[in-house]
C-alpha cells in the first residue's frame, strides 16, 4: 500500500480517538458509534466499555511479522481474548477504548491493516488455506487475493455500497472459502483461468449460490471484474432496506439472467477504460529443503513440496490462548519459509515444515481439537456480540463435554456450525449439522433454543445448503448429539454414512427433542 494512502488512513485513525473517547464517555450513542467504527473494523462488545479490534490477513496470511506482531500486542496489551474468525481474520476481544487507536495504529508498520474489517465495505479477501502448497491445486491464488485486496483498500474511501462485499478465491482443490456462495467467488481452473460466481450469501434471509457469470476470467484482468461487482452493486443494491441490501438480493431484482447481464456489461465498459491489468505478480517463493525424514500423525499433512508437511491446529470454538502466538513465532521465525495460515473454518495451518519442524509444533499445538467433532465452528456469541441472540461459545463447550464423557469414537458424529443469530458468521447452512440461535415458546415462555439444519455441505463441488427447521431447547442439545452419536456408533458407521442410511431412526431421535 502506498505511502499517501497509509498517512490518509493515519489522519483517519487519529480522528477516531476522539470518536471512540466520545462514545466511552456516553456523549456518542451506539448507533452513531458503530456507523464509525464498523470501518476501522472495531465494534463495541455487548459490554459497551469492552471493545473488539478485528484484524485484516489476506487470503488468512499470518506472515512471521505479522505473527511478531499478533504475539507482542497479546503480551502488551494484557489483550483478554483472540477469535479466529470464518472470514481468515483475528479478532482482538475486551480491549479498552484507549487500546484500540494505539493497536491499529501499530498495525500498519507490521503490514496489517484493519480498514473495511466492518460496516459497509469491502471485507477481508480470502484464499484457500493451503494455496500454494497444495496437492491437487489447480494454481496458487493467494497472489490475486493480495493484490484484490491492495485495490479494494485504494478505493474504498471513494465507493459508497448498499452493504459489505465479500470475495473468496479458491484453489480447485479445497473451496473451505465458500467461492460458490460469496459475494464474488473464484474458482481455479486447471488451464489457469477463473471460474466465477457472484451475488451468493448466508444470512438471516434468502441463502443463495452465487450466479455463474464466467467460466474462463483470465487471471491478469480479475480486477476489471472486481471493479464491475462493485459498480453492478451500487448501481442495483438497494439502499432502502438493509435487510435487503446484500449483493443476493440482486437475484430477485435482477433475475439471474439479468444480473449477469448487467455485471457483464460493467466488465466491458471497465475493459474499455483499461488500466487495471494484473502484471508480475509473484507467488511466495517456492521452498525446497533438506528433508529425509517423515511424520506420522492426523495434524500432518504433506505439502506438494516433497519433504515438507503442514501442521494442522484447532482451538475449540476458534478461541486462541492468547499465548499461542508467542509460541508459535519462538517455534517458527528461524524457518525459511515458515508461516501461519488462518483457515475459514477457525483453524491455523502452519507449512513448509520438515517432518523434525512439524513433530515440535504438533508437540506445541495438542491443546486443540482431537476429533472431527471437536473441530465444530461456533461464532463469537451473545455474550460478547451485540447482535447475538444466544452464546453459541458457551453450547459449544458444553455439548464438546458431553461426547468426551460419552466415549463416541471419532467420525460418529460431524463438526457442527454453531451461529448464535440468523447472520450465520458460522455458515451453520452449509454444515453437516448447523444450529441457529433463537428461542422456543414452552408453556407460553421463550426459551433458550437453536433451529436445526442437516446436510449442508461446503466441499467443492458438492455446495448446498442444509435443510430442517426443528428446533432445539438449548439445555437438551447435549442429549441430542450423544443420541444421535451413540445411534452412529453402534451401527460401526460415520455420521456421513449412518445419516443417509438411517435417516427415519435420525429423524425420529430429532423429533423427540424438538
Known amino acids: 500500500m502506498n505511502k499517501q494512502w497509509t498517512d490518509t488512513f493515519r489522519e483517519e485513525i487519529a480522528h477516531f480517538r476522539g470518536t471512540i473517547d466520545a462514545f466511552d464517555k456516553g456523549e456518542l450513542d451506539r448507533k452513531a458509534y458503530k456507523g464509525t467504527s464498523g470501518g476501522l473494523g472495531s465494534y463495541a462488545q455487548r459490554d459497551p466499555s469492552r471493545h473488539m479490534l478485528r484484524l485484516r490477513m489476506p487470503g488468512g496470511r499470518l506472515t512471521?511479522?505479522?505473527?511478531?506482531?499478533?504475539?507482542?500486542?497479546?503480551?502488551?496489551e494484557k489483550v483478554g481474548r483472540l477469535k479466529l474468525t470464518t472470514c481468515e481474520t483475528i479478532q482482538l476481544h475486551d480491549l479498552s477504548a484507549g487500546q484500540v487507536p494505539d493497536i491499529i495504529t501499530r498495525a500498519i508498520d507490521s503490514a496489517i491493516l484493519t480498514k473495511g474489517g466492518g460496516g459497509d465495505n469491502p471485507r477481508n479477501v480470502m484464499a484457500s488455506p493451503l494455496s500454494g502448497v497444495q496437492p491437487g491445486e489447480a494454481f496458487d491464488v493467494m497472489p490475486y487475493a493480495e493484490a484484490v485486496t491492495e485495490y479494494l483498500l485504494s478505493i474504498c474511501r471513494d465507493i459508497k455500497m448498499p452493504r459489505k462485499l465479500k470475495i473468496a478465491f479458491c484453489n480447485g482443490a479445497d473451496d473451505s472459502v465458500h467461492s460458490a456462495f460469496r459475494d464474488m467467488g473464484f474458482l481455479a481452473n486447471v488451464d489457469g483461468t477463473f471460474a466465477l460466481r457472484v451475488a451468493g450469501g448466508l444470512g438471516a434471509a434468502r441463502p443463495s449460490m452465487g450466479v455463474l457469470v464466467d467460466e474462463a476470467v483470465a487471471p491478469r484482468e480479475v480486477l476489471y471484474y472486481v471493479r464491475a461487482m462493485v459498480d453492478t452493486f451500487?448501481?442495483?443494491?438497494?439502499?432502502?432496506?438493509?435487510?435487503?441490501?446484500?449483493?443476493?438480493?440482486?437475484?430477485?431484482?435482477?433475475?439471474?439472467?439479468?444480473?449477469?447481464?448487467?455485471?457483464?456489461?460493467?466488465?466491458?465498459?471497465?475493459?474499455?477504460?483499461?488500466?487495471?491489468?494484473?502484471?508480475?505478480?509473484?507467488?511466495?517463493?517456492?521452498?525446497?529443503?533438506?528433508?529425509?525424514?517423515?511424520?506420522?500423525?492426523?495434524?500432518?499433512?504433506?505439502?506438494?513440496?516433497?519433504?515438507?508437511?503442514?501442521?494442522?491446529?484447532?482451538?475449540?470454538?476458534?478461541?486462541?490462548p492468547v499465548e499461542k502466538p508467542r509460541q508459535l513465532y519462538e517455534l517458527l521465525k528461524d524457518i525459511p519459509g515458515a508461516e501461519v495460515r488462518i483457515a475459514p473454518n477457525e483453524t491455523l495451518y502452519m507449512i513448509n515444515l520438515t517432518a523434525a519442524e512439524a513433530e515440535k509444533v504438533i508437540a506445541a499445538t495438542a491443546d486443540g481439537a482431537q476429533t472431527e467433532f471437536e473441530h465444530s465452528v461456533a461464532c463469537i456469541g451473545a455474550a460478547t456480540c451485540q447482535q447475538g441472540v444466544r452464546d453459541s461459545q458457551s453450547v459449544l463447550r458444553t455439548v464438546v463435554k458431553a461426547v468426551r464423557e460419552a466415549g463416541l469414537p471419532d467420525g460418529a458424529l460431524p463438526k457442527l456450525c454453531i451461529s448464535g443469530c440468523p447472520s450465520s458468521c458460522a455458515a451453520h447452512q452449509a454444515g453437516a449439522i448447523g444450529f441457529q440461535g433463537g428461542v422456543k415458546l414452552v408453556d407460553k415462555k421463550p426459551e433458550p433454543a437453536f433451529k436445526l439444519t442437516l446436510g449442508g455441505s461446503d466441499q467443492l463441488g458438492e455446495a448446498r445448503f442444509g435443510e430442517g427447521g426443528a428446533v432445539i431447547l438449548e439445555k437438551n442439545m447435549p442429549a441430542l448429539l450423544v443420541e444421535l452419536g451413540k445411534a452412529a456408533a453402534a451401527a460401526g458407521q460415520r455420521w456421513e454414512q449412518w445419516s443417509r442410511d438411517h435417516a427415519q431412526e435420525r429423524d425420529a431421535i430429532i423429533a423427540r427433542y424438538s
Not at 438497494?238 to 435482477?254: F, P, S
Not at 516433497?306 to 476458534?318: M, T
Request: charged share 25%; with cysteine; proline share 5%.
Open 64 to 76: 512471521m511479522e505479522r505473527l511478531k506482531f499478533l504475539a507482542e500486542t497479546a503480551e502488551r
Open 234 to 320: 451500487c448501481a442495483h443494491g438497494n439502499y432502502e432496506n438493509r435487510a435487503k441490501a446484500r449483493t443476493r438480493y440482486m437475484q430477485d431484482t435482477l433475475g439471474p439472467d439479468g444480473l449477469k447481464e448487467a455485471f457483464l456489461k460493467n466488465v466491458a465498459a471497465r475493459k474499455a477504460e483499461g488500466g487495471l491489468d494484473l502484471t508480475g505478480l509473484e507467488s511466495p517463493a517456492n521452498i525446497a529443503r533438506d528433508n529425509s525424514g517423515t511424520v506420522d500423525h492426523p495434524r500432518a499433512i504433506l505439502q506438494k513440496q516433497p519433504g515438507l508437511y503442514a501442521v494442522k491446529y484447532h482451538p475449540i470454538g476458534g478461541l486462541l
